[in-house]
C-alpha cells in the first residue's frame, strides 16, 4: 500500500532468496556492504566513498579498492535504481518526463516499497561481486565481468525488472497478472537449473519459516498460491 511503513520490510523479504542462495554468511556482508553504499548517491564520492570503503572491509571486502570498484560499476549500470523497470509496475508506474503534482504524491507513495527494492538489489550486488571477486582475485574487472555480476546480481532479485517481463506482463494482460511476477520468476528458477539442489531445498527452508509451511513450501513450488490469496484479498 502507499505511504505504508511494512512494504519496507516486505520488500526486503527478498534478501531471503539471496540468503537461501549465497548463504546467510554472504547474504550478512552484502547487506552490510549495501547499507554504506545506500547514502552515497546523495554525495559526489570523495571523501565519502573513502570512509564507506575503509568501513566495508568489515563487510567481506578485500581492499578498499575493489568497494570503489564495485560501487562505481554499480552507478554506472544503473542496477540500484528503482523505478518503472520493476517488474510488477510495468505500465502503471513509468517513469515520465512532465508529472502532474498527483502523479508526484502517488510515486511519493511508493517510498517504503522503492526503499526495501533498493535493499534487495544493493544487497545482491554486493553479494554477487564478493562471489566474483573471489573467484578472481587479481583478475582486472572489465565490461564483461561488470556483466556477470550484473547478471547475477539480477538473478539474485528473481529478474524482477522490466526485461524479464513475459507477454502477460504487458499491456492490458498485467492487470489481473500483476501479482504473479514474483511467484512465476520464483518457480522458474526452482524448476531451472540455475540453482543446485541443495539451493532449492534451502529456498523452501527459508521460505516456509517466513511464512509458514503450508504457504511458504506451496507457494514457492505452485508459485500460484500467494498471488490468489494477494488478488482475493484485493
Same mark, same amino acid.
Given at each position: 500500500?502507499?505511504?505504508?511503513?511494512?512494504?519496507?520490510?516486505?520488500?526486503?523479504?527478498?534478501?531471503?532468496?539471496?540468503?537461501a542462495v549465497e548463504g546467510w554468511d554472504n547474504a550478512l556482508r552484502g547487506m552490510g556492504a549495501a547499507y554504506l553504499m545506500r547514502p552515497l548517491h546523495m554525495s559526489n564520492g570523495g571523501s565519502h566513498l573513502n570512509h564507506a570503503a575503509k568501513l566495508a572491509?568489515?563487510?567481506?571486502?578485500?581492499?578498499?579498492?575493489?568497494?570503489?570498484?564495485?560501487?562505481?560499476a554499480l552507478q554506472r549500470s544503473g542496477f540500484q535504481n528503482v523505478g518503472g523497470e520493476y517488474g510488477m509496475m510495468d505500465d502503471f508506474l513509468s517513469d515520465r518526463i512532465v508529472r502532474s503534482g498527483a502523479q508526484k504524491v502517488s510515486e511519493a507513495g511508493l517510498m517504503f516499497f522503492r526503499?526495501? =527494492?533498493?535493499? +534487495? *538489489?544493493?544487497?545482491?550486488?554486493?553479494v554477487a561481486y564478493q562471489s566474483w571477486r573471489t573467484r578472481n582475485p587479481i583478475a582486472v574487472f572489465n565490461d564483461?565481468?561488470?556483466? =556477470?555480476?550484473? +547478471? *547475477?546480481?539480477?538473478?539474485?532479485?528473481?529478474?524482477?525488472?522490466?526485461a524479464s517481463n513475459a507477454q502477460w506482463n504487458q499491456g492490458f494482460a498485467s492487470i489481473p497478472t500483476q501479482f504473479w511476477?514474483?511467484?512465476?520468476?520464483?518457480?522458474?528458477?526452482?524448476?531451472?537449473?540455475?540453482?543446485?539442489?541443495?539451493?532449492?531445498?534451502?529456498?523452501?527452508?527459508?521460505?516456509?519459516?517466513?511464512?509458514?509451511?503450508?504457504?511458504?513450501i506451496v507457494g514457492t513450488v505452485a508459485g500460484l498460491a500467494l498471488p490468489a490469496n494477494e488478488l482475493g484479498r484485493k
Open positions: 500500500g502507499f505511504w505504508n511503513p511494512k512494504q519496507l520490510f516486505l520488500q526486503a523479504n527478498g534478501v531471503a532468496f539471496t540468503a572491509l568489515s563487510h567481506g571486502y578485500k581492499s578498499e579498492e575493489h568497494f570503489k570498484e564495485s560501487y562505481l526503499q526495501g =527494492e533498493r535493499i +534487495n *538489489r544493493l544487497t545482491a550486488w554486493n564483461a565481468a561488470a556483466k =556477470e555480476v550484473l +547478471n *547475477r546480481a539480477d538473478g539474485l532479485t528473481l529478474n524482477m525488472t522490466r511476477s514474483y511467484q512465476s520468476r520464483l518457480m522458474d528458477q526452482m524448476l531451472g537449473t540455475r540453482l543446485t539442489r541443495t539451493q532449492k531445498a534451502r529456498v523452501l527452508g527459508y521460505h516456509a519459516a517466513l511464512y509458514g509451511v503450508p504457504t511458504g
